[in-house]
Nanobody, 124 residues
Framework: DVQLQASGGGLVQAGGSLRLSCEGSGFSFDDYAIGWFRQAPGKEREGISCMSSRTGSINYADSVKGRFTISSDNAKNTVFLQMSSLKPEDTAVYYC?????????????????WGQGTLVTVSS
């Protein structure tokens, strides 16, 4: 079975940091772009970061650029999202995703694989 398992969410104060992890199984991160979406309460899902080992692409949404960093350990089929300088508006359920073109414009990302979400709450 193809699966994405995210972890690392929690409660953090504004200005703090948090690192999310996502382990994939049933497929290889060498072959597919991987990334993160989020959905804040009452809002639509938003693509925030992606990377592709095949093309070398790494992209971020403007809302997180300079604060979030995506990385991966392909030997462990695990992707990370290091989040720094967190703001209350970063509060959302964060989803690990895969199987989509890691295009510079996040509006066109359309992942075919979704993991379960992990909740990040940033208190003011």
């Amino acid at each position: 079975d193809v699966q994405l398992q995210a972890s690392g969410g929690g409660l953090v104060q504004a200005g703090g940091s948090l690192r999310l992890s996502c382990e994939g199984s049933g497929f290889s991160f060498d072959d597919y772009a991987i990334g993160w979406f989020r959905q804040a309460p009452g809002k639509e899902r938003e693509g925030i970061s992606c990377m592709s080992s095949r093309t070398g692409s790494i992209n971020y949404a403007d809302s997180v650029k300079g604060r979030f960093t995506i990385s991966s350990d392909n030997a462990k089929n695990t992707v990370f999202l290091q989040m720094s300088s967190l703001k209350p508006e970063d509060t959302a359920v964060y989803y690990c995703v895969s199987d989509f073109p890691c295009h510079p414009y996040s509006d066109v990302w359309n992942p075919h694989m979704w993991g379960q979400g992990t909740l990040v709450t940033v208190s003011s």
